[in-house]
């Protein structure tokens, strides 16, 4: 089974703090994807990389950068939260093709006070 | 601009009948369609699927309908289960067997609710 887990279920942050959100693949998948769900808006694309260094933004990027130094390990930073990032994170990765499923983690809920 | 498009936020029906669930998408590049299903605090899971060059694929109780013209699609859902209550999502994505790196475009969402 693939297994997709997040480094946090909950987490509780301040206006300003740099936060890293960890996701790590057991599936030596090529894709790994950072989204955010908020209601009425569904799940929005943040970041997606398709390789070991390789980036490419989504639909929100701003206020996000990511980082893959190893396959199987995707990182979402915020480079200084906000209360307007508060939201549902959630990691997926799949193999390389465009019609490969994507697994997704159980999330992270991000509080930013 | 929302590309891909679930206009019903919920959806409420009695265990045995049909569910019904509709998507609408405005890229005429997509050619690769998806249903998630997400209960809370859990990721979504991948339900059934479907390329552009079908108009039918049923999985079990699960039957995803294509009409490319309208650029609509549906999940039907028979007979409905109280354990099918959940938030279904759609996706879309294109280049299918290319380098589109499988990124995907979802809808809003729908809550759907089996009463027993």
């Known amino acids: 089974d693939v297994k997709v887990t997040q480094s946090s279920r909950y987490l509780v942050k301040r206006t300003g703090e740099k936060v890293f959100l960890e996701c790590v693949q057991d599936m030596d998948h090529e894709n790994m994807f950072w989204y955010r769900q908020d209601p009425g808006l569904g799940l929005r694309l943040i970041y997606f990389?398709?390789?070991?260094?390789?980036?490419e933004k989504g639909d929100i990027p701003e206020g996000y950068s990511v980082s893959r130094e190893k396959k199987e390990r995707f990182s979402l930073i915020l480079e200084s939260a906000s209360t307007n990032q508060t939201s549902m994170y959630l990691c997926a990765s799949s193999l390389f093709l465009a019609e490969e499923t994507q697994y997704f983690g159980p999330g992270t809920r991000l509080l930013v006070l | 601009d929302q590309q891909v498009k679930q206009n019903s936020p919920s959806l409420s029906v009695q265990e045995g009948r049909i569910s019904i669930l509709n998507c609408d998408y405005t890229n005429s590049m997509f050619d690769y369609f998806l249903w998630y299903k997400k209960y809370p605090a859990e990721g979504p899971t991948f339900l059934i699927s479907i390329s552009s060059i079908k108009d039918k694929n049923e999985d079990g109780r699960f039957t995803v309908f294509l009409n490319k013209s309208a650029k609509h699609l549906s999940l039907h859902i028979v007979p409905s289960q109280p354990g099918d209550s959940a938030v279904y999502f759609c996706a879309a994505s294109y280049g299918a067997g290319g380098t589109s790196y499988g990124k995907l475009t979802f809808g809003q969402g729908t809550i759907l609710t089996v009463h027993p």
């Open positions: 990389s398709y390789d070991v260094k390789m980036k």
